[in-house]
């Protein structure tokens, strides 16, 4: 099992352009999360799809930013255009869900940066 | 209701000593308290998670304590060693797909 696979794991961008951040999650895991990590508001759940399909994406900071999964092996978190505040290190998490409560397993995350 | 508090913020413990990590939180329905361990440059990793109907879980040197009543959990890391130097967040859930997490506390273990 290769876990959450995540790409680039740097991105260097200026401001304005797009940016656009992958995630491959694990096999059979059909729960995915995009979370964003700063140190100054901690671990920030953006959005979270469940088989495919988005059920919260209250936590996208506006409507710079937009996150698909087209199927079940693939999603993309894209930031148009993106802000210098956007600055911070981006994780995809996948789980499997059921009543056990299965945890997540973490990407190990893009680490963005807006100049 | 939704918010699980953690504490503290940053932890300094000498090598061999225990360390305690706390965590409070509000909504009755949350059933699943999870531990998650981050060191710097890699994404968090799932640690130890406990239910709500036991009071304790031990895993190697790794034991969560769990008080329903008060509706709080500590993480104990008995003879901290430099290489469990990270940052820990507990987190909880309540049979949803979003696991609600702490702010984290970034411990530090000296030899």
């Known amino acids: 099992d290769a876990g959450v696979i995540q790409s680039p794991r740097h991105e260097v961008t200026e401001m304005g352009q797009e940016v656009t951040l992958r995630c491959k999650p694990i096999?059979?895991?059909?729960?995915l999360f995009w979370y964003r990590q700063t140190m100054m508001r901690g671990l920030e759940l953006l959005i979270y799809?469940?088989?495919?399909?988005?059920?919260?994406d209250s936590g996208m900071p506006e409507d710079r930013f937009s996150a698909k999964m087209p199927n079940a092996s693939f999603s993309t978190l894209k930031i148009q255009p993106s802000e210098p505040r956007d600055s911070a290190v981006y994780f995809c998490?996948?789980?499997?869900?059921?009543?056990?409560?299965?945890?997540?397993?973490f990407g190990s995350g893009t680490r963005l940066t807006v100049v | 209701q939704q918010q699980v508090k953690q504490s503290p913020q940053s932890l300094i413990v000498q090598k061999g000593g225990i360390s305690i990590i706390n965590c409070a939180y509000e909504n009755t329905a949350f059933d699943y308290f999870p531990w998650y361990q981050q060191f710097p440059g890699k994404g968090p990793a799932l640690l130890i998670a406990?239910?709500?109907?036991?009071s304790e879980k031990k895993e190697g040197r790794f034991t969560i304590s769990f008080n329903k009543s008060a509706k709080q959990f500590s993480l104990h890391i008995m003879d901290s060693q430099p290489g469990d130097s990270a940052t820990y967040f507990c987190a909880a859930d309540y049979n949803t797909d979003k696991l609600i997490f702490g702010t984290g506390t970034r411990l530090q273990v000296f030899p």
């Open positions: 406990i239910r709500p109907d036991v």
């Open positions: 998490a996948s789980r499997r869900t059921g009543r056990a409560n299965y945890g997540y397993t």
């Open positions: 799809f469940n088989n495919n399909v988005p059920i919260d």
């Open positions: 096999s059979g895991h059909n729960s």
